[in-house]
């Protein structure tokens, strides 16, 4: 713009002056890191209309930890609330907490399926979160839940849509998250098995469900009742053959 006089020479310095500013301020923003993010978020958000005061609780907790553009806390927001929980952000205990959520997306938590888990955990803090995790864990090894949270693990790694295998390394990191404290001989060997052999890249859901009735169901390591004539995905017909050779 062709500046006609002084004043508004001066004038355009000065917006100038002042957008430099706002610049500088977004990129120092930006530099300080996770703990000017969490007050941004934490700023934006205000009370809840027509909700419970427990509600209004868990809804500014979620605040803390959801992206502000975005309204979801994503996987930046979830390492944070790991950090403060004082847990990896890989403990079977997160994969739980989705769980109980029945959050739809790997690493992102929607305000729904915060409000969902956290009433159902009767948790609005932190610090009360932290307690409610031995009764989740209790909880999700109830066989009867277990058989809902295995396939559901499986499901929540599934990371795009239409996707219905997961590969090898990841099935393998999900096993050990998943079986290995209750099945660790059988998950360990079978862990063993499927970085040695090379016929399969993926595993399905089938593959999948059929880990879980090998360990509930055959006898390990005799392996004397398993009958590969009934109706057992081939990989691990393979497997107890690979088993069986060593």
Request: one cysteine or more.
């Amino acid at each position: 713009m062709r500046r006609s006089s002084k004043k508004s020479s001066s004038s355009s310095a000065a917006a100038a002056t002042a957008g430099d500013v706002q610049v500088n301020e977004k990129q120092n923003r930006k530099r300080k890191g996770v703990s000017t993010n969490l007050t941004s978020r934490k700023a934006q958000c205000g009370p809840t209309r027509g909700v419970s005061k427990e509600i209004e609780r868990i809804d500014q907790l979620f605040c803390t930890y959801a992206d502000s553009s975005s309204s979801v806390i994503d996987p930046e927001g979830i390492e944070m609330l790991c950090s403060h929980l004082e847990v990896p952000h890989t403990d079977v205990r997160i994969l739980m907490l989705a769980w109980k959520m029945g959050c739809e997306k790997q690493g992102y938590f929607t305000l729904d399926e915060w409000r969902t888990g956290l009433k159902a955990l009767r948790a609005d803090s932190i610090s009360k979160l932290k307690k409610a995790f031995p009764e989740l864990v209790q909880e999700v090894t109830r066989p009867s839940n277990f058989q809902d949270f295995y396939p559901y693990a499986f499901r929540y790694c599934l990371t795009e849509d239409k996707k219905k295998c997961i590969e090898i390394p990841v099935a393998c990191e999900l096993l050990n998250l998943v079986l290995g404290l209750q099945f660790h001989p059988q998950v360990d060997k079978l862990i063993n098995y499927l970085k040695y052999q090379n016929e399969y890249k993926v595993i399905n859901m089938d593959q999948w469900m059929g880990f879980l009735r090998f360990c509930n169901e055959i006898n390990f390591p005799s392996l004397d009742n398993y009958d590969s004539d009934l109706a057992w995905p081939l990989i691990l017909d393979n497997f107890v053959e690979w088993l069986r050779e060593k």
